[in-house]
């Protein structure tokens, strides 16, 4: 209780300190705005005309940076950051612009984050600042993790859990692919232990998240526990998204035999209308018993899949499925792009978030196919390991690379609609592990 | 203080998991339950029967039309 009250002294004491400053800095600026408008226009000679110009461009910023240019959190920066960084940022900018456009990489998100990008590393604008329009899109909704929730509602909207109701038992995969989450974890303290790098406990998880392929996940962690690495955690997140097919095929032939690829699993039954409305109820009771602090993320998503299977609400879910998701995807998209920042992105945390992110992906992958393989150990029906990598969320990608690389050995093996059940039980499983790091830290 | 890192990276590695399973392992006995629940309790209508039923009729009548036709035909 005493605690309780202390703290809340102290928010109060932080608040008004801030309101304070707040005042002073208006005052600040209404004095200068008098001044300027005292000032009026005064006639100057063309030739300082143009040489005040000159040095207002961005070329000039660039090569000979104003020293005492703040960044976007009001910090100094070094001379690298203002200067040559934001020259390597914006090509940065350009292979993402590439990677999503010639390549196909998650474009829906990969552009709009890459056009933040660039935007946030132009000189004297100040876009991602405070003041600048991509600050008030992170202020408004990344910075009290709206926006990912708001695509929360969208992606529950899209989801059918018919598969998983039909064969609940793969709802294990989506288990075991969060080992990917825990292991990067164990894998970030130990590169900090070993003196490699500096992350603390919160900045591991919330790079381990990578592991659990769920964009908005990543992003709701991230910017709750460690907001100064969310550029890199989203690019690393979305790209290795984007890279599914790539990175999950060989680890799935590596963990498998042709037997067991070829598997054929028995067709799934029929759900009913009943059940499916009555299962997201179910999922977020189970929520609010256990781990309350996942029902943000599973509240939301399961707002959005109830709205569908009522059926009653068509407007809604089509708002949610369409007009809403866009929206929020395209400020999401800026928003996270704002932190592309040269002063925040090209620090040497960034190689290391990459790094972890594709072992964590791997990691989850991997144990996803061996879960499969030691539920074939128990009687019952076979599973196709395959399936085992959708869980790793990633929907749909997951699922449809399970079906791909089955019907490489079998013709006619379809296994996208039993993948779909574990990599939709794999976004439940992230959330659940997010509210378990979430709650690890109150 | 060092080694205490690594530590507290399995502690959250064995809670995390352990949640995560517990959580879905829950959750598929009580999707079995509550299938059984429905399936017993709130059973579909089976719409699948009464189509065929309306469509053998249909064909009833279809039929005796052809043959009405045919047979007029083959008077005229």
């Known amino acids: 209780m005493k605690a309780i009250l202390l703290k809340l002294l102290a928010l109060f004491m932080l608040f008004s300190i801030n309101s304070a400053f707040a005042n002073e800095h208006n005052a600040v600026a209404m004095e200068k705005a008098s001044t300027h408008k005292e000032e009026n226009y005064q006639s100057k000679p063309f030739s300082e005309m143009i040489e005040g110009f000159l040095e207002s461009t961005g070329i000039v910023a660039l090569v000979n940076p104003d020293p005492d240019e703040l960044n976007a959190k009001g910090e100094k920066m070094s001379d690298f950051h203002k200067g040559l960084g934001r020259v390597i940022m914006i090509f940065v900018t350009f292979l993402l612009f590439w990677l999503a456009i010639a390549k196909g990489f998650e474009p829906l998100l990969l552009l709009p984050i890459a056009f933040g990008g660039l935007l946030a590393n132009i000189p004297v604008a100040g876009i991602a600042g405070e003041h600048g329009f991509l600050g008030v899109i992170y202020n408004m909704g990344l910075s009290n993790e709206m926006f990912p929730i708001i695509i929360f509602m969208g992606v529950g909207a899209m989801t059918d859990f018919g598969p998983l109701l039909s064969n609940p038992k793969t709802a294990l995969l989506g288990g075991a692919a969060q080992f990917g989450i825990f292991g990067t974890l164990v894998g970030a303290v130990a590169l900090s232990q070993a003196g490699f790098v500096d992350f603390t406990l919160q900045q591991a998880s919330a790079i381990s998240i990578i592991g659990g392929a769920d964009g908005p996940t990543s992003i709701f962690i991230a910017t709750k526990l460690a907001p100064e690495l969310l550029g890199a955690i989203a690019v690393a997140s979305y790209s290795y998204m984007a890279m599914v097919p790539i990175i999950q095929p060989p680890i799935m032939k590596a963990l498998t035999t042709e037997e067991e690829r070829k598997i054929k699993m028995t067709t799934l039954r029929h759900v009913s209308r009943l059940e499916k409305l009555v299962f997201p109820i179910l999922v977020l009771l189970l929520a609010i018993l256990v781990l309350p602090e996942s029902t943000p993320l599973i509240g939301a998503f399961m707002f959005g899949n109830f709205l569908k299977e009522s059926g009653v609400v068509e407007r809604l879910n089509d708002t949610l499925q369409n007009a809403l998701i866009n929206i929020v995807t395209i400020f999401l998209g800026l928003g996270v792009g704002s932190k592309l920042a040269a002063d925040q992105f090209l620090v040497p945390d960034t190689m290391f978030i990459m790094v972890l992110g594709i072992v964590a992906f791997s990691v989850g992958t991997a144990a996803g196919v061996l879960m499969a393989k030691l539920m074939n150990l128990f009687p019952g029906h076979k599973i196709n390991p395959l399936i085992g990598s959708a869980g790793v969320s990633a929907v749909p990608m997951a699922a449809r690379v399970s079906n791909k690389v089955g019907m490489e050995y079998d013709r006619s093996n379809m296994l996208l609609m039993h993948a779909m059940g574990p990599n939709v039980a794999g976004v439940i499983g992230s959330a659940v592990a997010a509210g378990v790091l979430i709650s690890l830290f109150q | ?76």
Not at chain 2, 68 to 75: E, K, L, S, T, Y
């Open chain 2, 1 to 76: 203080m060092e080694t205490n890192l690594i530590l507290e990276g399995f502690k959250f590695m064995v809670l995390g998991m352990g949640t995560v399973f517990m959580f879905l392992i829950v959750l598929i006995f009580m999707m079995n339950m509550m299938s059984k629940i429905v399936h017993k309790y709130f059973p579909e209508p089976q719409v699948d029967i009464n189509p065929p039923v309306a469509n053998k009729q249909d064909n009833k009548k279809v039929i005796a039309a052809i043959t009405a036709a045919i047979a007029h035909h083959r008077q005229s």
